[in-house]
C-alpha cells in the first residue's frame, strides 16, 4: 500500500506525538521494543544508524544513502558516540514536509520505543525538515533533500535516462542540498544551483554567491559523477553568462530573482524569552504549570517530575529521574500541544534528555 497516496500528507502544525494512546499508538506497540529487530545490537559501537518508516515500520536505510532524505517521508536516525570513556546516544526522528501524518505519528512512537530499548537514556529529537537542530546536521558532511518519497527512491536507471531535476546549494555553517522546481524563477543571485541532466551536470553560479557554496557545488556535482561511474560531464557556469544550454535545460529564460529572495543563509532570528513549566502527576492527576520566567533558577527542578523549557531555541524537555512513567510518556505530547496552543512555529525543535545526562545547553539558561 502506498501510504503517501492514499493518506492525507502531514500538516506540520498538528502534534504527531499526540496521538499517543491511539489505535495507531497500539499498534506501534504492540510488539515490545526488545522483539524490534531493527533494534539488535543497536547503541552498542560507535557510528550512525538510520531507518525510513515504510509501512508502520523502521527499514534500514541502505549506508551508502545516508545524507539523502526524502521530503515525503519520516525517518529514524541514532547516532552513539563516546563521551568521557562511556557510550552515548542521541535518537532523531526527522520528519519530511510532504510526510504523512501516519508515517510522522509511526517515526516518533518507534524513536520512544528505540529509547525504551536502550534504557531510557538517550537524548531524542524531533526534527523537522528544513529546520534541523544544529546536533542533527552536525552528523552528516552533507544533507540532500529530494523530491518524492518510497516510491521514487533506490530506482537505479542508465545515466543517459535520469529524469532532470535541480538542485540548490545554499548555507554558511551547514550548507544544505534541496531539490527545486526546475524552472529559472527557482534560481536567485544569492545560491548555487547544479542541474542534473543525467549525463550533463551544470553548475550555476549566482552572482552573490558565496565561496563555500560554490565549492560544496563541485563536491555534490562530482559524488553525482562518482555515483553515475564517471560518465556524466560537468560544466561550471556563471550567472553573467547567460548560459544558453543551461536555460534550454531549465525549459526557458527569464529574469534571476536576487539574493534576498533566496532567503537567509543564518539562522532565523531567536527570541529572547524563556519560560519553565513543571509537568507532574503527584496531585493523583497530570498538571502542567508555569514555574519560571526569564531568570530561572535551577533550584525548582525536581527529581520526581518532568520540566519543559520554551528556550526561544526550541523546547528542552528534562526528564527527572524519578518521573513516573506516565510523566515521561506524556513529554513529548505536551511539549507538542504547548507549541500548538502557544503559537510557536510548527517546526520548533523538541529536544528531550535525562536528568544527568549531557545537558549542557539546558543548564545554560539558568542562573
Given at each position: 500500500?502506498?501510504?503517501?497516496?492514499?493518506?492525507?500528507?502531514?500538516?506540520?502544525?498538528?502534534?504527531?506525538?499526540?496521538?499517543?494512546?491511539?489505535?495507531?499508538?497500539?499498534?506501534?506497540?504492540?510488539?515490545?521494543?526488545?522483539?524490534?529487530?531493527?533494534?539488535?545490537?543497536?547503541?552498542?559501537?560507535?557510528?550512525?544508524?538510520?531507518?525510513?518508516?515504510?509501512?508502520?515500520?523502521?527499514?534500514?536505510?541502505?549506508?551508502?544513502?545516508?545524507?539523502?532524505?526524502?521530503?515525503?517521508?519520516?525517518?529514524?536516525?541514532?547516532?552513539?558516540?563516546?563521551?568521557?570513556?562511556?557510550l552515548m546516544n542521541d535518537i532523531h526522528f526527522w520528519l519530511g514536509q510532504k510526510t504523512t501524518i501516519d508515517e510522522s505519528a509511526t517515526a516518533g512512537f518507534k524513536?520512544?520505543?528505540?529509547?525504551?530499548?536502550?534504557?531510557?537514556?538517550?537524548?531524542?529529537?524531533?526534527?523537522?525538515?528544513?529546520?534541523?537542530?544544529?546536533?542533527?546536521?552536525?552528523?552528516?558532511?552533507?544533507?540532500?533533500?529530494?523530491?518524492?518519497?518510497?516510491?521514487?527512491?533506490?530506482?537505479?536507471?542508465?545515466?543517459?535516462?535520469?529524469?532532470?531535476?535541480?538542485?540548490?546549494?545554499?548555507?554558511?555553517?551547514?550548507?544544505?542540498?534541496?531539490?527545486?522546481?526546475?524552472?529559472?524563477?527557482?534560481?536567485?543571485?544569492?545560491?548555487?544551483?547544479?542541474?542534473?541532466?543525467?549525463?550533463k551536470l551544470i553548475s550555476w553560479n549566482g552572482s552573490k554567491s558565496a565561496s563555500f557554496e560554490r565549492n560544496k557545488g563541485s563536491e555534490v556535482a562530482n559524488a553525482i559523477k562518482s555515483d553515475r561511474l564517471g560518465k556524466p560531464e560537468i560544466k561550471v557556469t556563471n550567472e553573467a553568462d547567460q548560459d544558453e544550454e543551461f536555460f534550454k535545460l531549465l525549459g526557458g529564460v527569464g529574469p534571476i530573482s536576487d539574493a534576498a529572495s533566496g532567503g537567509s543563509d543564518l539562522e532565523s532570528d531567536r527570541r529572547t524569552s524563556k519560560t519553565l513549566f513543571r509537568l507532574s502527576d503527584s496531585s493523583g492527576k497530570l498538571e502542567f504549570k508555569e514555574v519560571g520566567k526569564n531568570k530561572l533558577n535551577r533550584g525548582v527542578l525536581d527529581t520526581n517530575d518532568v520540566f519543559l523549557l520554551d528556550s526561544g531555541l526550541g523546547i528542552l524537555v528534562w526528564v527527572g529521574r524519578k518521573a513516573s512513567i506516565a510523566e515521561r510518556k506524556k513529554a513529548f505530547t505536551f511539549a507538542s500541544e504547548y507549541i500548538s496552543k502557544s503559537g510557536l512555529p510548527p517546526f520548533t525543535p523538541v529536544i528531550r534528555f535525562i536528568e544527568g545526562g549531557d545537558n549542557r545547553l539546558f543548564e545554560s539558561f539558568f542562573h
Open positions: 500500500m502506498n501510504l503517501a497516496t492514499e493518506t492525507p500528507t502531514l500538516d506540520i502544525a498538528q502534534s504527531n506525538i499526540a496521538q499517543l494512546g491511539s489505535e495507531l499508538d497500539k499498534k506501534c506497540r504492540s510488539d515490545k521494543a526488545a522483539l524490534e529487530d531493527q533494534w539488535k545490537d543497536c547503541g552498542k559501537t560507535e557510528g550512525v544508524k538510520i531507518w525510513r518508516i515504510e509501512n508502520y515500520k523502521p527499514v534500514a536505510w541502505p549506508t551508502s544513502e545516508y545524507g539523502k532524505f526524502y521530503e515525503g517521508d519520516s525517518y529514524v536516525v541514532l547516532r552513539t558516540y563516546s563521551l568521557d570513556g562511556a524513536a520512544t520505543e528505540l529509547d525504551d530499548y536502550l534504557g531510557g537514556n538517550p537524548t531524542v529529537y524531533r526534527e523537522v525538515q528544513g529546520y534541523e537542530t544544529e546536533n542533527f546536521n552536525n552528523i552528516f558532511p552533507t544533507i540532500t533533500i529530494l523530491s518524492g518519497g518510497i516510491d521514487s527512491s533506490f530506482k537505479r536507471v542508465e545515466p543517459g535516462k535520469y529524469r532532470n531535476r535541480l538542485l540548490q546549494v545554499k548555507g554558511k555553517k551547514n550548507i544544505r542540498v534541496s531539490e527545486v522546481p526546475l524552472t529559472y524563477r527557482a534560481l536567485n543571485s544569492g545560491d548555487v544551483f547544479i542541474l542534473d541532466a543525467g549525463l
